[in-house]
């Protein structure tokens, strides 16, 4: 059964965490899409990993977390429709999508489908969220109990090592797929 494990990077942050993906206005753009098709033992079969030509503003904030500036989008960038094509091919292969923060990014992808009246390809594939399904793993204090770990921090608690590069999608993706080879060699998934 092939998985996909995707990351986002995005112009800002979305005005609600709540808003459902149908309010696109809501949602920030994609600036850098990236995904791996993995098979059972998280063995990458396929990947991509794309920044898009986005015309719209991209956050001081958003900016400084994963380095992309609308200039570089309009240098490097490729248009989005293309990206998303790429991205479909990859996930009608798949059985199972996987994410850190899987809600953000599912929705923000979501969202960018919507924009432009196409089908979102992940909808009634199986879900896994390593940021929710690892809170007991890594059972990092926070006010309320554990806290969701960041990826850095679940990277850290399976390898014992600082994770480098963060915030590049297709770095995230990779640190991802690091972890889910950790968790299924510790019984945890």
């Not at 494990?5 to 112009?11: A, G, L, Q, R, V």
């Not at 309010?23 to 920030?28: H, R």
């Not at 850190?100 to 199986?126: I, M, T």
């Amino acid at each position: 059964m092939p998985h996909l494990i995707f990351d986002t990077e995005t112009t800002g942050f979305p005005k609600s965490w709540k808003a459902p993906m149908t309010d696109t206005a809501n949602w920030p753009a994609i600036v850098q899409l990236a995904w791996q098709l993995v098979d059972d033992d998280f063995q990458t079969l396929e990947a991509g990993c794309h920044i898009i030509k986005c015309k719209e503003r991209i956050s001081p904030k958003a900016a400084k977390v994963h380095g992309i500036t609308n200039e570089r989008c309009m240098a490097e960038g490729q248009p989005i429709l293309e990206v998303l094509a790429e991205f479909t091919k990859a996930a009608k292969q798949a059985d199972r999508v996987i994410a850190h923060n899987l809600d953000f990014d599912y929705k923000v992808l979501g969202a960018s489908y919507l924009r432009l009246n196409k089908k979102h390809p992940l909808g009634g594939k199986e879900k896994l969220c390593t940021m929710k399904s690892t809170v007991d793993v890594c059972q990092i204090p926070g006010n309320y109990g554990y806290k969701w770990p960041t990826l850095a921090e679940l990277y850290d608690c399976l390898y014992g090592e600082a994770a480098m590069g963060a915030h590049d999608a297709g770095v995230d993706v990779e640190i991802t797929r690091k972890c889910l080879v950790a968790l299924r060699a510790e019984g945890e998934i």
